[in-house]
């Protein structure tokens, strides 16, 4: 039987009452000790628990009460689930902490219980540490060149959305609306990123030429294109319109997630459907390349105040 390994959820004994006692250790017979802390059970040794200076030792070493039940087990009124971990720095001096602060915390706890000052400033540090290397959840990339807007869709083997603004490069006065609409496009773009954080790669451009514009990526190439502003004619004068077309927004976003595969294919797949690939007919080839090739492009028109395309341009 190792020496502080958790044996089981203990289960006492109907009518069975705890006994206080001095505990009296020393002896052969009483090299290893039997507890049960909250629950689990536990074997170690005398000489593990009074290593240093900590209410254990006190326990153990005669110097306070202990509680006993019928069979032997020490009592100890805490819980069980970080005491193998205790044990192990009472035996090494160093231990591996649980990996998240919450558990650190714990951890700490009952260090501070027992008394154990090495472990409590070893919980602090951890946590300290943790808190000083916070990672944020959602990273966007800020555009500042051509040439980086080319190497991040490039070199990302994820589907990309990219929303481009930049109010300044507007000719003309804005219409009532266009401030709110657009402040509306940076904040659904704020909620998407987060919404498929780790699946798409979402970029900013500020340097832009045009107003405000989305444009969606998959596998390196454009598939869609949103632009969301327009000239309109007001009384004598030309104003710029900005638009909020959500749902196509939602729309394209949702469509690029269908490229989430990986750019290089599967050589065990490519093998298994060359026979079917051969026998299909050269139409159906040129068919799907033209499909590959096509990119939406969803424009409000300028110079006019609505769309006369046709459906499904």
């Keep these: 039987m190792s020496g502080d390994t958790c044996l089981t959820t203990a289960c006492p004994t109907p009518g069975a ?5 001095s505990f009296k250790g020393g002896g052969p017979g009483n090299k290893y000790v ?11 040794t005398v000489q593990v628990l009074t290593r240093h200076d900590t209410m254990l030792k006190a326990m153990f070493s005669g110097r306070m009460e202990v509680l006993s039940d ?4 020490i009592l100890i009124d805490r819980c069980g689930k970080h005491f193998g971990t205790i044990l192990s720095y009472l035996r090494d001096n160093v231990v591996a902490l649980p990996p998240n602060r919450q558990e650190i915390k714990e951890l700490m706890a009952e260090a501070k219980y027992y008394l154990i000052q090495g472990l409590v400033d070893l919980c602090q540090t951890a946590l300290q540490d943790k808190k000083d290397s916070y990672k944020p959840v959602c990273n966007i990339p800020v555009i ?42 940076i904040e659904l773009f704020d909620k998407l990123s987060l919404r498929f954080n780790g699946r ?59 490229y989430e595969t990986p750019r290089v294919p599967d050589n065990s797949l490519l093998e298994a459907t060359s026979r079917s690939r051969s026998q299909a007919s050269q139409s159906e080839d040129d068919e799907s390349f033209e499909l590959r090739d ?15 395309r046709q459906i499904g341009h």
């Design 70 to 73: 019928k069979e032997g087990w």
């Design 17 to 21: 009452k705890p006994k206080s006692c």
């Design 200 to 258: 798409v790669l979402f970029i900013k451009d500020v340097i832009g030429d045009e107003i405000c514009c989305w444009s969606f990526y998959g596998q390196g190439r454009k598939l869609a294109e949103v632009c969301c502003t327009s000239i309109v004619y007001a009384t004598e004068k030309k104003q710029t319109k900005v638009e909020f077309p959500e749902a196509r927004i939602y729309e394209e976003t949702l469509n690029v997630l269908l």
């Design 144 to 185: 500042t060149s051509p040439k980086e807007e080319e190497r991040l869709i490039e070199s990302s083997m994820k589907p990309v959305v990219k929303l481009l603004y930049n109010r300044s490069n507007n000719k003309y006065s804005y219409t009532s609306n266009s401030d709110d609409n657009l402040l509306k496009n």
């Design 294 to 308: 096509r990119v939406r492009r969803i424009h409000v028109k300028r110079y006019s105040t609505y769309d006369d």
């Design 34 to 44: 039997r507890l049960n802390v909250g629950g689990s059970l536990y074997y170690t």
